[in-house]
């Protein structure tokens, strides 16, 4: 039984010390890009085309069947259009829209729970079938059969809870349709860096939009993606400072107390 434990003390040891090592090692690339760029300003990214990216993954959602559009050679409208001559709204791939994201979100809540309880039980043997005085032989002297037994027990709970929470991001950003799904669904994906100083704000905007909700000004609300993903950050001089350290981020995840 011991050595089982030394055995699992061991592993726990080699885990903690496994993660300890890579995360200085990631710490110790991040420091060495940092060091790096010091008395300049961070770096942009590239300019890619996110479906080579090696996390990029294809869209697959359930389709409805194809149907056939049926097109009319006599007519110079077309269906969906918002243009007599050509549709300006995005409808291919490689194709560029505009998100407007313009959200304030508020939330309030007020939880309050009270529970209390009483109980008391009584028992008595008075009488039983003329035993009753049989009990000062296995029972003290001192004992009462009317009043055998005798309990009272009380429980109050109370709890109190509330959240408020109020968030404002306005913003627009263009982005690419990366693929058309079967039932003419957009994949969109945009993405905007501006460096101010020596920090670079990021903005990631992804997800599938309708056709139909493209507005004539080719602009789409956050409202309206689907699977919407936003991600709004930073990196540089200022986020360094307000991030934890990677040695107390490891830490708080080890420490049990």
């Known amino acids: 039984m011991l050595g089982k434990h030394l055995h699992v003390s061991w592993r726990r040891i080699a885990l903690v010390t496994g993660m300890i090592g890579a995360t200085a090692l990631l ?20 300019i890619d085309n996110p479906t080579q990216a090696e996390s990029y993954r294809p869209v697959s959602l359930p389709m409805p069947a194809p149907q056939i559009a049926e097109s009319n050679p006599n007519s110079l409208w077309r269906s969906g ?9 995005a ?13 304030a979100d ?6 309050t729970t009270t529970r209390s309880r009483t109980n008391s039980e009584d028992l008595a ?21 009317s009043s055998m037994f005798d309990m009272d027990s009380a429980t109050s709970n109370r709890g109190a809870g509330s959240l408020d929470r109020n968030e404002a991001i306005n913003l627009r950003v263009a982005a690419i349709v990366i693929q058309v799904l079967p039932n ?13 100083n020596s920090e670079v704000r990021e903005v990631q ?7 139909a909700d493209i507005s004539s000004a080719n602009e ?10 936003i991600s709004y950050g930073g990196r540089g001089t200022i986020s360094d400072v307000q991030q934890p350290r990677y040695g107390s981020e490891v830490m708080d995840i080890i420490l049990p107390f």
């Open 106 to 111: 508020s939330a309030a809540l007020a939880n």
């Open 220 to 229: 789409v609300g956050y409202d309206k993606i689907a699977e919407a993903r």
């Open 125 to 145: 043997v008075p009488n039983l079938f003329g035993l009753e005085a049989e009990f000062t032989k296995v029972l003290p002297e001192t004992i009462n059969p």
């Open 184 to 196: 003419g669904n957009y994949v969109i994906h945009g993405r905007q860096e501006i460096r101010v």
């Open 27 to 46: 710490s110790g690339c991040n420091a060495m890009k940092r060091l790096s760029e010091v008395g300049a300003p961070p770096k942009l990214s590239a």
């Open 91 to 103: 409808n291919q791939v490689g194709d560029i829209l505009t998100v407007v994201v313009d959200m």
């Open 81 to 89: 259009a918002r243009s007599f001559f050509k549709d300006q709204r």
């Open 205 to 211: 905007i992804a997800g599938v939009i309708r056709a």
